[in-house]
């Protein structure tokens, strides 16, 4: 087993950092203020390449590794605390590639090249009003028709809903098909019968979350992403790579945290010393830098099993990968809160204020406790579903 990066990977590495303290630091609170992620960042990410990186360079990406990606991911979630840039560059990478795997060749051509030179948003919508966790009992359809599909019904807590709307582009989304399983549709967000509306969220406020109601929504057969009526397998297969990267942006707002606190540590003066050589408080550090190098190297693994098999077409380990997965996107998103909330107590009142800043992460990363990418527990259950069998899921 071989954990040295290559010298591509390293200097890919290295060019993500700079990027992340260069231009994404500076405009965090920028981009939390005003609710969006400023052109001029966007326009750096695409020349980057960092914008819907595994997606094939035939259609505008790079190409990129899952192990890659996951590291830029990394690198995203410590440059922006506030974790908008980070689901940005996440959606448009595991949904982009899903899209790229299983979406036509018109579509591609469509949609791929926009979302990769930062022309167009592409997001993921599965969530309904009646709930995200139960998938299988959503209740927006589809209708097979003579040269596409009608789709009626309604999606809620979809992020990029407005970035859709501003730039062009639309969401992944997933509906029950009249006609017997689920069809996985491209829907752009300005489609005729298609009306938004927009959430006031707590954090991440650079990307917007809202709700799509589709009355009678039309998309051509070429929007279809896989087979019809088999798109469950679709959407769960883009869930698996998008939320290594979901855990790998909380690895790098963990990473970001622990600098934080080690930078103010050394520097605080409390009972004539530094707080950091109080043990009360050097201890607390050492325990929570173990638990992020782990989940670090946890989220590295699932990368590389992505890698060797998901994106490779193959099948064969799906077992693996997805327990590999869920238990990666089970820790990281609680560590990463804690590390935030534990460095903002080391920082005393100020930690509370928005000069310190770590506000901004405590707020971000609280979407991926909540349910982003997948509820903590619905990760049990893949986990329990693993190692119990299926005859052991809580319902039928
Ligand atoms: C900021 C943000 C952005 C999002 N972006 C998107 C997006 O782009 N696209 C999209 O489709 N969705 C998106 N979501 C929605 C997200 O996928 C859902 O929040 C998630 O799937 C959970 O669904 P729910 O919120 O309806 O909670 P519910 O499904 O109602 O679940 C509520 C709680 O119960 C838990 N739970 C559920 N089932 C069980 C069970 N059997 N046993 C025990 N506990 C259970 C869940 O883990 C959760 O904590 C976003 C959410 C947030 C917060």
Not at 28 to 56: C, H, K, N, W, Y
Not at 92 to 107: F, K, P, Q
Not at 220 to 234: N, T
Request: with cysteine; net charge negative; hydrophobic share 40%.
């Amino acid at each position: 087993m071989d954990f040295e990066l290559t010298d591509e990977e390293k200097a890919f590495h290295g060019a993500v950092r700079k990027f992340g303290d260069r231009v994404l630091r500076p405009h965090e609170r920028q981009i939390d203020a005003e609710g969006r992620i400023p052109d001029e960042v966007l326009s750096e990410m695409a020349r980057l390449g960092l914008l819907a990186m595994p997606v094939s360079t035939e259609f505008g990406g790079m190409g990129a590794s899952a192990v890659l990606t996951e590291l830029a991911a990394e690198e995203i979630g410590r440059g922006d605390f506030s974790m908008a840039t980070a689901v940005f560059f996440l959606l448009e990478a595991g949904w982009g590639y899903i899209l790229d795997r299983h979406g036509t060749e018109s579509a591609k051509r469509a949609v791929l090249p926009a979302v990769c030179s930062g022309k167009a948003f592409l997001g993921i919508a599965t969530t309904e009003p009646s709930g995200g966790s139960d998938l299988a009992n959503m209740r927006t359809r589809s209708r097979r028709e003579a040269d596409g599909f009608s789709i009626r019904g309604e999606k809620a807590f979809l992020s990029g809903v407005d970035e859709a709307k501003r730039l062009g582009g639309g969401h992944l989304t997933l509906t029950r098909a009249e006609e017997g399983g689920f069809n996985f549709l491209y829907v752009p967000t300005v489609s005729e019968g298609a009306t938004t509306q927009k959430f006031q969220n707590m954090g991440r406020m650079g990307i917007s979350t809202g709700a799509i109601t589709y009355d009678g929504v039309r998309v051509p057969r070429s929007y279809l992403i896989g087979e019809e009526g088999k798109g469950f397998g679709c959407a769960i297969e883009g869930f698996t790579v998008a939320r290594t990267f979901v855990s790998a942006a909380c690895v790098g707002a963990a990473e970001r945290a622990l600098e934080t606190g080690i930078a103010y540590i050394k520097e605080r003066q409390v009972f004539g010393q530094a707080l950091g050589k109080f043990e009360a408080i050097q201890f607390e550090l050492v325990d929570l830098w173990v638990q992020v190098e782990a989940v670090k190297w946890q989220c590295r693994r699932a990368a590389w099993l992505l890698d060797r098999y998901t994106l490779r077409g193959d099948d064969s380990h799906r077992g693996e990968v997805e327990r590999a997965v869920a238990a990666v996107k089970l820790t990281a998103p609680p560590i990463a809160f804690e590390a935030v909330k534990r460095v903002m107590m080391w920082f005393g009142a100020a930690g509370y204020t928005k000069d310190v800043g770590l506000e901004l992460g405590l707020r971000g990363v609280m979407s991926y406790l909540v349910g982003a990418e997948g509820g903590l527990n619905v990760m049990r259950m893949i986990l329990g579903r693993e190692l119990l069998g299926k005859e052991f899921l809580p319902y039928k």
